[in-house]
């Protein structure tokens, strides 16, 4: 799944909230979704990512950790 590779990697992602995606990114914490025929609000949102270093801070740190929980020690810690 290229968009929880993108999280473990530390990235602030913006996608399309399409079925990967939705289930990976809760908008806001640690990602931004964005309607798929919404190409206006794509571009505010990206913008906003681009200009705004606090926000790709956060949503890059909340990223990484909740990939964290779909790495192989957060489902062994799940499971026990």
Known sequence: NVVLEAMASG???LAYDYAAASE??????NGLLVA???EESFVRQLA???QSDG????LRAEARASA???DW???V???E
């Open 48 to 50: 906003e990512l681009v």
């Open 77 to 79: 810690a799940q499971i």
């Open 24 to 29: 990976n990114i809760t908008h806001g914490v």
């Open 36 to 38: 798929m025929d919404d």
């Open 73 to 75: 020690g957060g489902i």
């Open 11 to 13: 990235l602030a992602v």
């Open 55 to 58: 926000l790709r801070a956060r």
């Open 68 to 70: 964290r929980l779909n």
